[in-house]
Every structure is written in structure tokens, then in C-alpha cells.
């Protein structure tokens, strides 16, 4: 059989950190999910399992149920097998109980559910968020014939307790799937092998936010009693990007601004323009005063669909002179100073460069908790 699985699109999301651009920001993760519909027709998908928060929350799939129950009605020759998440329980306020259901779709309730689809000889168990929160509940083992087995469950996979229906290696072995189909965490997973059930987190298909950088996608492939076949195919409609820039070498605003969309064209190439930047500056400049931070952002405002920058820039310090000082911050500056000079090559200068930096910063109280 030929399976899509995805999962945590949350279609709605409020997204507040991207200010005037958010309401536009929706309705691409909804076109995200309308291209996720175009390729199950492409990739002649006869099964898309969704593992659960297709939407935000209910508030929201009550304004975007329509435009994406049309998209699944539409896409006739695919069965789309859905079990609930946190963000969207199928409580009295869902979309899934308050809107006509498309007849190829398929929504699990609460308590673990089975259908078959003799046709295809394939099988399919699931079991919905009612709540914002679900314990674990054990199911029967699914039956070993010559029908394959799917498994959708929204679950916090190696947990051995939480709200979030935890879920263990011991109950994936038990469980009698071929593929479980996991939602909930936004990160990708391989598709692995626990006993007879290959399974895996697909990942978000749309970053949310800058805690979920890179391409995003889904899962497509073949499935079959003799194995699982599944490749990543990306399908965001932008990325999120986090990058530092060591400015130490920019002259000026202009010469700094080049350095950042040079690089970030050579590492996205020609579209590098629509991703969403996060940009921290480091480096000490010669004349840390000719590069304006504020009239940078704007000009980099002006070419890049969406940007925010952290400004790191320190003013090159005589660290020579910092290093005679009778302090605690004095003798620190003198050992870094020592280690630097004995370094054996440029790599483990610059890592010991840019902890002497660092740890200068921390003396005045400006780094974070776990910072890099």
C-alpha cells in the first residue's frame, strides 16, 4: 500500500511573534496542507494518516474546517485516517462533531477504534484526544493475518508517565501494528523498528516558530508485509533559519548588510529571500560605531520576508591591558590570554577566542542561561 503520514500542522496558530504578518502566515500552513493533498493525488496515496493537532485548537478549526474538509473531499482516491490531538480534542467544540465529514476520512474517538478496508487488505486502529491532556490506556493486540496493520496514535513516545499519552517500547512491540503512525513531537524521526512495527514521528510539516528550524515535510512510501519504505519530502512553505554572523571584519552598515545576504544566498540559494531569519551579530569590529544596528535591520527588513537580529557586536577591547588588571575578571583574561597563545591550531584558537569573549560577556552579566 502506498501511505502519507503527517502530522501537527497547526493549522490556525496565532504565530504572534511574526506581528503584521501572522493572519498571512495562517493561510500558508493551510496551503501547506492543501500541497500536502495535491501530492497524496501525485504519489497515488491511498492512505494519509494524520497523527493528530491538524489544527491549533477547536477555536480555530471551526474558521478553517471548511477550506480543509473541501481539500480532503477533493481528493477522492485517498482515504485520510485522522485521531484527535491535544490542540484539537474531539470534545463538543470539535470540528470534527460540529462540520459534515468528507466521506473518505475517517476520524478515531476516544477509545481505541478499528476499521477495515477489505479492498486493500488493510487494517487501521486509532485512539483520539477527548481532553487537552490523555493517560495511557493499553489496547488489544491488533490480529496477525495477512492484512496490514496501522496503528495512528498523538503520543509522547518513550515517556514512561505524562499527560500526553505516554506511550513505551514495550507497548509498540505488543501493540501488533506494522507502521505506527506517531504525532505530537514536531521534531522528524527515522522510521525505525521496534519488534514487528516500524514507526516514527513525521515532524511538523510548517515551522511554527524558531524552535523548529530547517526543511519540514512529511513521510510518503510503500508499506507492505515484507517491509516499510517511507522517504521524507519536504513541503514547508518557508523555513525558519537561526545563524549567527561574526561581523569582526565589516567596515560599515553597508559592508555588513553584504556579508549577511551574500551568505545567506550561498546557503539557500536564489529564494534565500522568504525564509524567517533569526540573526545574532558577534565580532568586534575596528569601528564598531560605522555599522548601526537599527538602520541594518531596516535595510535587511527591506529584502528578507521576515527578520529579527540580536545584537552581540562588542568593541574590540586591549585585552592585553584587561589582562594586568588585580581582579577576578583580570586573572580570567590572563589565562585565556596564556591558552590562546599555546594553541596548537586556528580551530581550537578561535573556540578558545570566542570563550574568552564569552566569559567576558558573562562578567557583565549578558549571557544567557545555555548559551551558545
Not at 493525488?41 to 491538524?54: A, M, P, Q, R
Not at 491535544?86 to 475517517?106: C, Q, V
Not at 517511507?230 to 571584519?249: A, E, G, M, Y
Request: glycine letters at 6%.
Amino acid at each position: 500500500m502506498k501511505l502519507l503520514h503527517t502530522a501537527d500542522l497547526h493549522i490556525g496558530a496565532e504565530l504572534a511573534y511574526l506581528e503584521n504578518l501572522r493572519e498571512g502566515r495562517k493561510y500558508e500552513v493551510l496551503e501547506t496542507f492543501k500541497n500536502i493533498c495535491t501530492l497524496c493525488v501525485k504519489e497515488n496515496v491511498e492512505f494519509c494518516l494524520i497523527s493528530g493537532d491538524l489544527f491549533d485548537s477547536n477555536a480555530a478549526a471551526n474558521e478553517f474546517a471548511e477550506p480543509v474538509f473541501r481539500y480532503i473531499r477533493d481528493t477522492k482516491n485517498t482515504n485520510f485516517l485522522y485521531v484527535a490531538g491535544n490542540h484539537d480534542p474531539l470534545n463538543a467544540s470539535s470540528a470534527f462533531k460540529k462540520f459534515e465529514l468528507p466521506e473518505n476520512l475517517i476520524v478515531f474517538g476516544e477509545d481505541y477504534e478499528t476499521v477495515e478496508f477489505p479492498e486493500y487488505k488493510v487494517r487501521a486502529t486509532g485512539r483520539s484526544f477527548s481532553h487537552s491532556s490523555m493517560e495511557f490506556c493499553e489496547m488489544e493486540k491488533m490480529p496477525q493475518d495477512n492484512f496490514i496493520n496501522l496503528l495512528l496514535l498523538h503520543a509522547d513516545f518513550g515517556a514512561s508517565d505524562g499527560a500526553y499519552n505516554p506511550i513505551t517500547s514495550a507497548f509498540v512491540e505488543n501493540c501488533g501494528a506494522d507502521y505506527l503512525a506517531l504525532g505530537h513531537i514536531h521534531k522528524r524521526t527515522a522510521v525505525e523498528k521496534i519488534g514487528n512495527t516500524w514507526l516514527s514521528y513525521c515532524g511538523c510539516p510548517d515551522g511554527q516558530g524558531f524552535d523548529e528550524v530547517g526543511e519540514k515535510g512529511v513521510y510518503v512510501g510503500i508499506l507492505n508485509k515484507d517491509g516499510c519504505r517511507l522517504h521524507f519530502t519536504p513541503c514547508s512553505s518557508r523555513i525558519h533559519v537561526v545563524k549567527k554572523f561574526d561581523l569582526s571584519d565589516a567596515k560599515n552598515t553597508e559592508d555588513a548588510k553584504k556579508t549577511i545576504l551574500d551568505a545567506l544566498l550561498f546557503e539557500h540559494g536564489e529564494n534565500y529571500d522568504r525564509n524567517l531569519y533569526k540573526l545574532t551579530l558577534v565580532g568586534t569590529p575596528e569601528n564598531l560605531s560605522d555599522i548601526k544596528v537599527p538602520e541594518l535591520l531596516t535595510e535587511l527588513k527591506s529584502k528578507l520576508y521576515f527578520v529579527k537580529i540580536k545584537n552581540r557586536l562588542k568593541q574590540k577591547l586591549d585585552l592585553d591591558l584587561l589582562s594586568k588588571e588585580i581582579s577576578l575578571k583580570g586573572l580570567f583574561v590572563n589565562r585565556m590570554l596564556e591558552k590562546i597563545k599555546v594553541a596548537e591550531d586556528d580551530a581550537d584558537k578561535k573556540q578558545l577566542i570566542d570563550a574568552l569573549y564569552l566569559g567576558l560577556d558573562a562578567f557583565d552579566g549578558e549571557v544567557a542561561y545555555n548559551e551558545d
